[in-house]
């Protein structure tokens, strides 16, 4: 099976840095995603790691460490548009039908303040 | 289209009522996903599409939910009876080829709630 833990809800400044962390158990790996989701509107694709490090994209960064089964979405200069839930999925051993289906933590709530 | 496509958005049904739940993927993208998200949780695998072979449908809660892609694009998840349990938004996402690096793009969800 699969575990993926995350906080449920954070709270930050506007122009501060903010860390999201992702812990994971799973049967093996094959990737983890990290998605954006507004209230209402769909997820929204950030990052995606498949070997260890960080990756950087504008004000958002991700990291991966395989052997300790663990990321984290380093989010700086917050905005108040960065409000949103942040949702880590793990991508474990295909299925029997052979497909790499991800497995979803329950998100992360950022709240964002002035 | 430009992105997944979902109808219809919102959908109350009365207990014990079919409802039928439409997703157009991304133009040609191969594999289709459907995931279920109740209110403050994250997205729970449903059932798994690679063109119109359904290859996983573990996710499925019972009998009353049934997931088709006839022709390999569009598709539909349909629950018959449904129950207040069956409350969530019903996402629909699409990727590519469905290998290991694909990213998955989603739909904005077929809100259903049953009353």
């Known amino acids: 099976g699969q575990n993926i833990d995350q906080p449920t809800e954070m709270t930050a400044t506007e122009g501060a840095i903010v860390q999201i962390n992702c812990t994971y158990q799973?049967?093996?790996?094959?990737?983890l995603f990290w998605y954006q989701q507004h209230a209402g509107e769909a997820p929204t694709f950030l990052s995606y790691n498949v070997l260890d490090g960080l990756e950087e994209k504008g004000r958002f960064s991700s990291f991966l460490s395989r052997s300790k089964g663990y990321s984290y979405l380093l989010l700086k200069e917050l905005q108040m548009k960065d409000s949103a839930s942040y949702l880590c999925?793990?991508?474990?051993?295909?299925?029997?039908?052979?497909?790499?289906?991800?497995?979803f933590g329950r998100g992360t709530s950022l709240i964002v303040h002035p | 289209g430009a992105g997944v496509s979902q109808s219809p958005r919102y959908k109350v049904a009365k207990r014990g009522q079919d409802v039928a739940l439409r997703c157009d993927p991304i133009s040609g993208h191969v594999s289709l996903f459907w995931y279920q998200q109740a209110l403050g949780q994250g997205p729970e695998f449903l059932t798994y599409f690679q063109n119109e072979a359904q290859l996983d449908k573990s996710g499925l809660p019972s009998d009353r939910f049934f997931a088709e892609r006839p022709e390999g694009s569009v598709s539909t998840l349909k629950i018959q009876r449904t129950q207040q349990e069956d409350s969530a938004v019903y996402l629909c996402a699409s990727s590519l080829a469905g290998s290991s690096w694909d990213t998955i793009y989603f739909g904005e969800g077929s809100w259903l709630t049953v009353v």
């Open positions: 799973t049967s093996g790996f094959n990737g």
């Open positions: 999925a793990v991508r474990g051993l295909p299925s029997s039908g052979g497909s790499y289906i991800p497995t």
